[in-house]
């Protein structure tokens, strides 16, 4: 057998497993038997010895078997609504990808910034941005690279390959960036609300995400563009036209009846979601943000048409591992909580954080760069329900640090495999691991202080 990373962990995650059981460590055996699977999940998951969306599924096996919890109360976390919230955004996505109206969008976009090469990284970025705060990041970033790549041809020649890395890995921060707007935008998000709801009882709808997610976005994607920039020469020659680009649309046509029927469904969906708290939540409360997402859903599938706009062969575009990914994670935050292991975790960590006033910008920094090698998803839900008790050790509302925790974990640009993003581009060929991680690591800092900035002035005043 060969010794790689990858056969190593495989073998490691268990006998870790054993040798946490049998040590002294003074926790109750529940607690015990959830920081021996985590340890298991987190080593299968850094070294991606097997799927992370299997591994994610180690809990319904390990959990029930040692006595920790039933596997009735188990499998309970894998169905959460806000999962079903996902997957009804999953389907709305596809729609949107299936009648070319994500391109449609983009190329209007790069088309209105102009061909400046400065404008371009803007149309880029805020494209990239904007549709990954409705389409899953993994998504918008294989959409926007041959795109992006139609357009680096044309680039002067001394300066292309140069610029043309710049343009790629701005689409991969972008939409990063993008999937913090909205509470879809990506699976942190949704593990936080859920767990806000499960650990705080507490109601975190759309509205309430956005007015942070959108500001914090759109300031991140802004400051990322000016430090992106000063690799930009001003003088750089491009052509005043890229024809590329208004032959694609011209090739597009108007809108067909598929994409004005998804289009007008997409906005109606946007704003229940929007006004749901704020306007009527209290006349209609049995609806939350998951049946508007699967309500969307079902009538997609239901519209009839010469071509439908989607049918169940759509399912095969769907990321179910995602799904599993986020059911996994939620069932170890609720089994760090039932027997007390975030509390024992806790008390091994406070004396790293000196005093309240550095307690966020410790927080921040740690997340992000523990993302640098973990799933942001998993990281989220295992940090989140720490991040709780921490702060209610030192006196801070722990809804406060939740949010700031999942905000966090989409922050991390420094290495292919820190976000799916990073590693599509990666793969892409236009960009190295030096580039990536000498300026991934100047964007880690702008969103540490972005974040810090925002969680002790703006998120306490929307959660209070």
């Given at each position: ?5 990858k056969n190593?962990?495989t ?5 870790f497993?054993?040798l946490?059981l049998?040590?002294p ?9 959830v ?7 987190i080593?299968?998951?850094v ?10 599924m ?10 920790v ?10 169905s ?13 996505a596809?729609a949107?990808e299936?009648t ?5 969008f983009?190329?209007?976009m790069?088309?209105?910034?102009g ?6 990284l803007?149309?880029?970025?805020i494209t ?9 990041n ?6 926007m690279?041959?795109?992006?790549a ?16 710049i343009?790629m890995?701005s689409i ?5 960036i ?5 509470l879809?935008?990506?699976p942190?998000?949704?593990?936080f609300?859920?767990?806000a ?6 109601d975190i ?7 942070v997610?959108m500001?914090l976005?759109?300031?991140s ?5 000016l430090y ?5 020469k ?8 890229i024809e590329?680009i208004?032959?694609?649309l011209?090739?597009?046509g ?10 007008y469904l997409?906005i109606g969906?946007?704003v229940a979601w929007i006004?749901?708290?704020i ?7 049995m609806?939350d943000d ?7 859903a079902?009538?997609l ?7 439908r ?14 799904l ?6 939620l ?15 806790t008390s ?6 000196p005093?309240?006033i ?13 993302g640098?090698i ?23 509302d722990a809804?406060?640090i ?7 974990s ?11 993003p990073n590693?599509?581009?990666f793969?892409s060929?236009?960009?190295?691991v030096?580039e990536?991680t000498r ?10 202080i972005?974040?810090?900035l925002?969680g ?6 929307i959660?209070?």
């Open positions: 057998m060969q010794f790689d990373i190593i962990g073998i490691s995650a268990p006998i497993f054993i946490i049998i040590s460590l003074e926790i109750e055996y529940g607690a015990k038997i920081l021996a699977t985590t340890i298991w999940m080593i299968w998951w070294t991606e010895a097997i799927s992370i969306y299997v591994t994610a180690l809990p319904i096996i390990l959990l029930p078997s040692f006595g919890i039933p596997i009735s109360e188990v499998v309970v976390s894998y959460d609504k806000i999962i079903f919230l996902l997957l009804g955004g999953f389907i709305i596809s949107i299936r070319n109206l994500h391109e449609r983009a190329l209007n790069i088309r209105v910034f061909y400046k090469p400065r404008r371009i803007a149309g880029l970025m990239a941005g904007l549709l990954s705060a409705w389409i899953n993994t998504s918008t970033t294989l959409m690279i041959p795109i992006t139609s357009i680096i041809p044309y680039i002067n020649h001394e300066e292309r390959k140069r610029i043309g890395s343009f890995l991969a921060y972008a939409s990063s993008g999937g913090v707007a909205t879809i935008g990506t942190p998000n949704a593990i609300v859920s767990l709801k499960s650990l705080l009882d507490r709808g759309f509205a309430e995400w956005m007015v997610g500001p976005s759109l300031i994607l802004a400051i990322t563009w992106m920039s000063r690799y930009i001003s003088k750089m020659s491009i052509l005043d036209d590329i208004n032959k694609r011209r090739e597009l108007p809108m067909n009846t598929n994409e004005k029927i998804v289009f997409f969906v946007v006004t749901r708290s306007l009527w939540s209290k006349y209609i409360p609806i998951s049946v508007i997402a699967l309500l969307a079902i009538i599938f239901a519209i009839p048409s010469k071509k706009i989607i049918d169940w062969s759509i399912s095969s575009s769907i990321p179910w591992g995602v599993l990914l986020i059911g996994g994670g069932t170890l935050a609720s089994s760090f909580t039932i027997t007390g292991l975030d509390k024992w975790i091994k960590l406070l004396f790293m954080i005093s309240s550095l307690l966020v910008p410790i927080i921040t920094t740690f997340t992000i760069f523990m640098e973990m799933s942001n998803t998993a990281m989220a839900a295992l940090l989140i329900p720490i991040g709780a008790n921490i702060s209610t050790s030192f006196g801070v809804i406060v939740m949010f700031i925790i999942a905000l966090a989409s922050y991390s640009f420094m290495l292919p495999m820190s976000t799916p590693s599509i581009i793969g060929g236009y960009v190295t030096r990536m300026i991934g690591f100047m964007i880690n800092i702008f969103g540490i972005i974040i810090t925002i002790t002035f703006l998120i306490p005043i959660v209070s």
